[in-house]
Structures are given as C-alpha cells and as structure tokens.
C-alpha cells in the first residue's frame, strides 16, 4: 500500500528551524515528483516548495525563498523540508504529497498530486 508519512513537527519560536521529513512506503520516489503544501486555520492549502523526481528542479513559494530548503534522498526514500528562520504566518499543517511525474520543472500545482500523507502541525510561536 503507498503510503507518506510526514513527521518534525512541533512548536517553535520565531527565528527557529525545524526538518520535516517525508517517508514513502510501498514504492520508491524515483519516478515521483513531491510537493510540501500547507494549510493554515481557515485558509486554502498552499503550495510551499516542490521538487522534480531527479532533484534537479525545485520550486518555492515566494513566503519562503531563502528560508526553506527542499531535498531528497532516493535512496531513503525520503524528503526533507528544512525549515529556518521561521515566522508566526509559517503556522499551519504542513502535507507531503506525490505524482508519478518526471518531467523536468518542479510544479507546485495541487491538483497535480495523487497521493498525500496525513500532516504534520508546525506552530511558530513565543
């Protein structure tokens, strides 16, 4: 059964980091382009940073340029989010997702996604 499972979540304070990680069980990302989305209380979900299957391509929500970084290990079967210099608007719970894609550009385009993990919730707050 495909499965994501997102987890290093928690409660920070401004100007803190944290690494949100990706598991994929029952197939491997190779052929997967992933997304980080999130949705914070009463506002749509969001594209926050994508990247291609080869990793060659990644993709930022212009909130988050300089302070998010997206990557993956294949091997692993995993992807990270890290997370610096967090804000109080970073709030929210924070989604992996999947396509079997290996197009070239990274595209943060939710409908684009087939498969999601559960969230993970990241509260930036003193």
């Known amino acids: 059964q495909l499965q994501l499972v997102e987890s290093g979540g928690g409660l920070v304070q401004p100007g803190g980091s944290l690494r949100l990680s990706c598991a994929a069980s029952g197939f491997t990302l190779d052929y997967y382009a992933i997304g980080w989305f999130r949705q914070a209380p009463g506002k749509e979900r969001e594209g926050v940073s994508c990247?291609?299957?080869?990793?060659?391509?990644?993709n930022y929500a212009d909130s988050v340029k300089g302070r998010f970084t997206i990557s993956r290990d294949n091997a692993k079967n995993t992807v990270y989010l890290q997370m610096n210099s967090l804000k109080p608007d970073d709030t929210g719970v924070y989604y992996c997702a999947a396509v079997r894609f290996t197009g070239v550009q990274a595209m943060c385009i939710t409908a684009m996604y087939r498969y999601w993990g559960q969230g993970t919730q990241v509260t930036v707050s003193s």
């Open positions: 990247i291609s299957s080869s990793g060659g391509s990644t």
